[in-house]
């Protein structure tokens, strides 16, 4: 019975009250700072991506919507833009080749064409200086043969000396050694499509004869003109040739002694595709203004009254 008085009874009580929160409030507005910022930089982004034209176009459409939408703006296209005053319709331009897309192509196109040219004309040359160690006719004159690759093309110089002249003084006529040099040419130079340019150079010495003073321009023209008959007797053919050009002492290559005999000179330029189509280009201008002087002068010759009229 004592036991039992004894024994000791516990009672628990819960305590009401809140937990402690741990302060998670501020994760809420940092992510809400994220999400701004990012928001801000994807539209920065968008405005840089976007042409000037087509962001006055949104901007005139954002100001005055419905006159934008009703009357149309500058930048504004009803027919090919998905919103008004937001530049073209980019669904328009599919399956097909944009100019700028063209451009690069035609450009790209006209690169590979120049350079198998460009490898073409080296190997011309290689051809050519192989010629020059084997051909008993052209090795000889190696010294007198100078080739190299420049703007224009292929370039085959045949410089004079004092001791084997390529023409007679003061003449166009040929010399034998000179003769065949050329006929040993022509052959090689049909190997390629490409035309063929050739210019007649003299030194600075001055040729005075007859009446009418037969000049170096006359004399280098004559001389540039005779290479082309030997080049095709030696079987180059006629069509390839585009240009004869008689230059003087214009262009002398010991330019400190114009009296060098060196620079008495044939040049064959093996044209490559751009210098050929800019003569092409400069050949058609002359032409044209060719024709339009020939007709202002008939108009104004058909204009002018008879002698008999004007007389009265």
């Known amino acids: ?66 006159r934008v939408a009703l009357t149309g703006g500058p930048n504004y296209s009803a027919e090919t833009s ?16 944009r100019k700028s897309d063209g451009s690069r192509v035609q450009s790209q196109v006209q690169s590979d064409a120049e350079r198998r040219d460009r490898h073409a004309l080296e190997r011309l040359k290689r051809r050519l200086d192989s010629m020059l160690e084997e051909n008993p006719v052209l090795k000889n004159f190696r010294p007198q043969l100078l080739i190299d690759m420049t703007t224009e093309g292929l370039r085959i110089q045949i410089v004079d000396n004092q001791k084997r002249p390529m023409f007679a003084t003061g003449s166009a006529e040929v010399q034998p ?42 004399l280098s023209a004559d001389r540039a003109n005779a290479s ?37 000179r044939i040049s064959l330029v093996v044209l490559n595709r751009r210098t050929q189509q800019q003569i092409e280009q400069e050949n058609a201008a002359a032409a044209d203004l060719s024709v339009r002087g020939a007709r202002e002068v008939s108009e104004s010759v058909g204009a002018q009254p008879p002698a008999s009229e004007a007389a009265r």
Do not use: C
């Not at 741990?22 to 990012?38: E, L, N, P, Q, R």
């Open 228 to 264: 082309r008959q030997e080049l095709v007797a030696g079987g180059m053919a006629e069509g390839k040739l585009m240009r004869i050009q008689g230059l003087s002492s214009s262009m002398s290559l010991v330019k400190d002694d114009p009296y060098a005999a060196v620079n008495r």
């Open 177 to 218: 050694y000179m003769r065949d040099i050329l006929r040993e040419l022509g052959p090689v130079l049909n190997e390629l499509p490409n035309k063929i340019s050739i210019a007649g150079h003299t030194d600075a010495t001055q040729y005075a004869r007859g009446e009418r003073a037969y000049s170096n321009w006359e």
């Open 1 to 66: 019975m004592s036991s039992l008085n004894n024994h000791r009874v516990v009672i628990r009580r819960k305590r009401g009250g809140s937990r402690p929160h741990h302060g998670g409030s501020w994760k809420i507005a940092y992510a809400d700072f994220i999400t701004a910022m990012m928001a801000f930089f994807l539209v920065m982004w968008l405005i840089s991506i976007v042409p000037k034209e087509e962001l006055r176009g949104l901007a005139e459409y954002f100001r005055m919507p419905l």
């Open 82 to 97: 998905a919103i008004p005053g937001g530049g073209s319709d980019p669904l328009r331009d599919e399956g097909e080749v």
